[in-house]
């Protein structure tokens, strides 16, 4: 057979035939690596060449094993596990288109040989998972992404979805970017509204129209509460839901069985003390308006000591809530 490629990529070719067709559990003995070396490349060599190549790549610095059995590639940039992971935080990322999930996952596929393929059965039903329709999103991170290095503006259009299932216009902001953050799988873009002169968290997937300006940006360690920068941990724990009001202190009791789901949410920060018959009480520094969301969430494990006006505003809630279901 003439060779459709010259027989000096041969090296270079067998890497990638033990990257495709080998692992641990599958082995490739030269006679199988010569004849797939032949079928995708056209190349045509002698068994002795196989082996020598080998040695080649073994001596290069890439870990290949033999045994009776063959040959494979022992290690790669990512463990199966470590792949598994990856695709997950794609699929779960509601911020990612559901075609470029789709291409994202098979390039973390090609990462391992074509066995891990077959039992990546997401890659079939990405479509299924709630995501986001705005392809704006990666081209916006990474105008955010020059904005910040360069200390400049940005410009967009904020919006909600209407009625029709669609991304309708809501506002026009002029923000200087700090920071995007991952949270409740969206991304957010946290940055001073330069109307408002204060700063707040955008969904990344609710902007479209998205510019650079000219107009340096404000510096975040002028405004009142971030003289020493971003403290991410209290970002973590204080924003549950990405409100930005000024995070108070709160006291809540809370049943024994739903600690988890405080240390989850507020991390070991949250201070725990016993209460007696089976509660404790917890006391967190949070946004009041994000810990409405989240004591309606907890509503059958957590109660609200204070402050007194978030204890009003709950009460006030379950109040509405019951004329609903109660058709009063």
């Not at 797939?36 to 082996?51: D, Q």
């Not at 040989?113 to 479509?127: A, C």
């Not at 007194?308 to 109040?319: M, P, Q, V, W, Y």
Request: glycine share 6%.
């Amino acid at each position: 057979m003439e060779s459709l490629e010259p027989k000096k990529l041969a090296l270079i070719r067998i890497l990638h035939i033990l990257e495709k067709h080998s692992d641990r559990d599958h082995h490739l003995l030269q006679e199988k690596i010569a004849a797939l070396l032949e079928k995708e490349y056209g190349i045509v060599v002698e068994r002795k060449a196989i082996g020598r190549n080998l040695s080649l790549l073994k001596e290069a610095g890439y870990d290949i094993g033999s045994d009776r059995k063959g040959s494979w590639l022992d290690t790669r940039l990512f463990e199966d596990a470590e792949l598994r992971m990856l695709i997950d935080g794609v699929l779960s990322g509601r911020h990612v288109t559901a075609a470029y999930s789709k291409d994202i996952i098979e390039r973390l596929c090609s990462l391992s040989s074509k066995y891990f393929r077959s039992h990546v059965k997401h890659v079939y039903s990405v479509d299924e998972w709630n995501k986001t329709e705005n392809r704006d999103v990666f081209y916006n991170i990474e105008l955010v992404d020059e904005a910040i290095e360069r200390g400049v503006m940005v410009e967009f259009d904020y919006n909600k979805y209407g009625a029709d299932g669609k991304l309708h216009k809501s506002a026009s902001h002029l923000v200087s970017p700090y920071q995007m953050l991952l949270r409740n799988r969206h991304y957010y873009l946290m940055g001073c509204n330069e109307k408002w002169h204060d700063v707040g968290y955008y969904r990344m997937d609710r902007i479209t129209e998205m510019a650079l300006t000219d107009r340096p940006a404000t510096p975040l360690r002028s405004l009142s509460g971030y003289e020493k920068g971003i403290d991410y941990k209290k970002l973590a724990t204080a924003l549950p839901y990405m409100f930005s009001d000024e995070p108070v202190r709160i006291e809540f009791l809370v049943d024994e069985r739903a600690v988890d789901d405080v240390i989850d949410w507020f991390g070991k920060s949250a201070e725990l003390s016993p209460a007696g018959e089976g509660r404790l009480k917890a006391e967190v520094t949070a946004s009041p308006s994000a810990m409405v969301y989240w004591a309606m969430q907890y509503l059958n494990f957590v109660e609200v000591l204070s402050p007194a006006h978030l204890r009003d505003k709950i009460a006030e809630n379950i109040e509405k809530g019951l004329e609903k279901y109660r058709g009063q």
